[in-house]
């Protein structure tokens, strides 16, 4: 199952890239051998619309249209579920052994993810009721996904 990183907004070369980089390199070495071929990371830029509301509509058709045929959709907001790694791990997993081609994990912009993508989405997964800034997000997705590839694995990365 292919693995896409979606991210509204653009990451200049600097630390937030290397490290999310990092991540993603350690996901897919840890992943291939899972069934997780490849941690794909998709930025697009933010809309230019002048009304928040226009411009959270125009990137949600982005996301929209950027699905391939039966991808899953996770959305990442400050609203959604609060779920452990292995729990994050396990989702994965069984996602995976239902035969989903591909799972996409969509990070907003500056102005967060319209409705019609938190209602597109299942689960909404919350990495706390704090607001990060998109960069941050994307390097902590990255990381739990590298974390949920060693869970899988019986990697001892994890530990609880
Ligand atoms: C700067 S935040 C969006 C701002 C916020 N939604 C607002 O109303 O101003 C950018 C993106 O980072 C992600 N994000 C920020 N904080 C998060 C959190 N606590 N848990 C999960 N994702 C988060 C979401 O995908 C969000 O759309």
Do not use: W
């Not at 840890?30 to 226009?54: I, N």
């Amino acid at each position: 199952m292919r693995l896409i990183l979606l991210c509204v907004g653009r990451c200049k070369a600097g630390p937030e890239t290397e490290l999310s980089q990092r991540y993603i390199e350690r996901a897919n070495a840890a992943g291939r051998a899972l069934g997780f071929p490849r941690v794909e990371l998709r930025e697009f830029d933010e809309s230019r619309a002048r009304e928040p509301a226009l411009r959270k509509a125009a990137e949600a058709k982005t996301i929209l249209a950027s699905l391939s045929p039966g991808a899953r959709l996770v959305a990442l907001d400050e609203s959604g579920a609060l779920v452990s790694s292995r729990e994050f791990s396990a989702f994965l997993g069984k996602t995976r052994d239902e035969g989903a081609p591909a799972l996409t994990l969509a990070i907003g912009g500056a102005d967060g993810l319209s409705g019609e993508i938190l209602e597109a989405a299942s689960p909404i997964v919350s990495f706390g009721r704090m607001t990060f800034p998109h960069q941050l997000v994307r390097i902590m997705a990255a990381e739990q996904l590298y974390r949920a590839m060693t869970i899988l694995a019986g990697h001892p990365y994890h530990r609880d």
